[in-house]
């Protein structure tokens, strides 16, 4: 297998696919990508330069190939899947969710799922054109970024310029486009996350609730307390656009929940980084376990709740190009039911993810007291210069 991307979530998907007794090739732009330390085959390449990904793929000749970050050459995609490879979930699926108008366009007009307004704008111009068409206060986003790159809130006209220029810098170089949504006043936002099967019915793991600063995954918990009406709703959106882009795997389809309204966000075609909270064991299997069943083709006969859980990112607070230390993981798993996740990455910068935790707790108590426990184990937790840590 192919795995073109090798962070935190790679790294987890490359273990549960060894285990299962596959042989991954871990891909990344740098050397030292934390999937590339438990795989015993790595490249570094440019995966947006198309010619390099085509390389790659004629000399390991792969049965699967395995996209974990969105800034790939995917319309290459198209073409393995002609020759017979298993391109994860599909060429499809990879390519409508990099770009952020082909997916909008394919669940609110094609399949007709409620989303907030939205306006795309290829220049300033057409950008306070459409502020005025969806309202301030809007969010804008490049069509190609991941993780809020470039993302930012407008709250007044005069946000607009700096929204602009910030989306137009800080997306993928080669598409000068944004969109336009209206910012919806949510109380939850949540993550479905939803196994697509090769011979088996469409399944959803409990909801996870989380948390994003700055367009940033900060604390996710499992199980997230929504109605059954919403959780039906969300369920139905998650199937409608899952079948529409096709292929089997896990998807992370992200949803706000507003008064009493579901409306669709956009989604991951891979293990989405709120489901990290499966590492506490709240499932039977974890979301990296379900993907690599229904890559493989394996049988989920079901998904089950077993623990409630929480997670908690740890973010470096400085600049270091040298592999950077971590201080206070003793204190931070001394606590019971807390684990944690080091994801050995060799530079940190500012805001860069370094390290998860992880909590649990049995099913009747509910994921709530569990957020406090993990983003106070998480808070023991500093990145450190090298120096210091020696
Ligand atoms: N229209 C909106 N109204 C209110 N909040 C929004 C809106 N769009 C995005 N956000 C906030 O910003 C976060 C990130 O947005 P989005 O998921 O679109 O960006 P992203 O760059 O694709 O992030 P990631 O790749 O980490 O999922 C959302 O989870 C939500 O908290
Ligand atoms: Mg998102």
Known sequence: MLLLGSGELGKEFAIAMARLGQE???????????????????????????????????????????????????????DYESRGIQVVPSAKAANFTMNRKAIRDL???????????????????????????????CVVKPLMSSSGKGQSTVRTQEDLQKAWDSAITKGRGDYAEVIIEGFVRFETEITLLTVTQKNGPTLFCPPIGHVQERGDYQESWQPCAISPEELAEAQRMAGAVTEALGGAG????????????????????????????????????SE????????????????????????????????????????????????????VRLFGKPVARVNRRMAVVVASGPVEEGAEPLRERAKAAAAKIRVTRPAMSS
């Open 24 to 78: 991954v090739v871990a891909v990344d732009s740098y050397a030292g990508a934390p999937a590339m330390q438990v795989t015993p085959c790595s490249e570094v390449i440019d995966m947006l330069d198309g010619d390099a990904l085509d390389a790659l793929v004629d000399k390991h000749q792969p049965d699967l190939i395995v996209p974990e970050i969105e800034a790939i050459r995917t319309e290459r995609f198209y």
């Open 107 to 137: 669940a609110a007009v094609e399949l007709g799922l409620r989303t907030a307004p939205y306006r795309y704008a290829t220049s300033y111009e057409e950008l306070v054109r459409g502020a005025e068409e969806v309202g301030i206060p």
């Open 250 to 285: 896990i998807w992370g389809v992200e949803f706000f929940l507003a008064e009493d309204r579901v409306v669709f966000s956009e989604l991951s075609p891979r293990p989405h980084d709120t489901g990290m909270v499966t590492l506490a064991g709240t499932q039977n299997l």
């Open 288 to 339: 990296f376990e379900l993907h690599a069943r229904a890559v493989l083709g394996l049988p989920i006969p079901s998904v089950e709740l077993l623990r409630a859980g929480a997670s908690a990112v740890v973010l470096a607070d400085l600049e270091s190009a040298e592999r950077p230390g971590l201080e206070g993981v003793e204190a931070a798993v001394s606590e019971p039911l807390v684990d």
